[in-house]
């Protein structure tokens, strides 16, 4: 079956730009997570859904990131006003939710983004 | 294609050898852990998976292997093969809070 897309692949700002990418996770899938991937570095944590409701986003780095996902399915992470620290792979991960039971995870391929 | 870590550990394995790649994982209280494998330029594709329950499980030619006492987990891949190139990270979970937490991850390079 179909895997986890996102899109676009990859995006080049201007800094200061405003960025938008999106994610459509497993059919069925409930949980939704973002990460950020820095080159050279593992994966980390941005922020998680379930269906539409918003549950952690202790990983935002500042206010210019904005997630949502507003019917459960699609998601899309916003960035307003880039800056190069931005610059990084953005990942998308999607789980089932079955209760009592960490769920595995499966990531797209990423969005690369290079804000100049 | 994108090149996934410039600096991180590596490991090169003759081709037709067993290879292993250790972790170590910082929270004691993680009861889920996981080994991703990611190709230059796609995303963390899962391997296999084991719980705190288990210190042993094993797949096809991959075994992982949990040693709580040391907070140390590996993943032994036998009869390597050319497309187990790649970086490979480990990954914890605690239970009730959904996100993963990634280790820095080990380049896997197949010497043919």
């Known amino acids: 079956g179909a895997g986890v897309s996102q899109s676009p692949r990859y995006k080049v700002a201007k800094r200061g730009q405003d960025v938008a990418l999106r994610c459509d996770p497993i059919?069925?899938?409930?949980?939704l997570f973002w990460y950020q991937q820095a080159l050279g570095q593992g994966p980390e944590f941005l922020t998680y859904?379930?269906?539409?409701?918003?549950?952690?986003k202790s990983g935002l780095p500042s206010d210019r990131f904005f997630a949502e996902r507003p019917e459960g399915s699609v998601s899309t992470l916003k960035i307003q006003r880039t800056q190069q620290e931005d610059s990084a792979v953005y990942l998308c991960?999607?789980?089932?939710?079955?209760?009592?039971?960490?769920?595995?995870?499966?990531f797209g391929p990423g969005t690369r983004l290079t804000v100049l | 294609g994108e090149s996934v870590g410039l600096h991180l550990p590596t490991l090169s394995v003759q081709e037709g050898d067993n290879s292993i790649i250790n972790c170590a994982y910082s929270?004691?209280?993680?009861?889920?852990f996981i080994w991703y494998k990611q190709e230059s330029g796609k995303g963390p594709q899962f391997i296999i998976d084991?719980?705190?329950?288990?210190d042993k499980r094993q797949g096809q030619r991959v075994t992982v292997l949990l040693n709580k006492t040391v907070k140390h987990l590996s993943l032994q891949i036998a009869a390597t093969q050319p497309g187990d190139s790649a970086v490979y990270f480990c990954?914890?979970?605690?239970?009730?809070?959904?996100?993963?937490?990634f280790g820095t991850g080990t380049r896997l390079t197949i010497i043919p």
């Open positions: 991960a999607s789980s089932l939710l079955r209760t009592g039971f960490t769920d595995t995870q499966y």
């Open positions: 059919s069925g899938h409930v949980s």
């Open positions: 859904f379930q269906n539409e409701a918003q549950l952690d």
């Open positions: 929270n004691s209280a993680s009861d889920y």
């Open positions: 084991i719980r705190s329950n288990m």
């Open positions: 990954a914890e979970n605690m239970e009730g809070n959904e996100k993963l937490t």
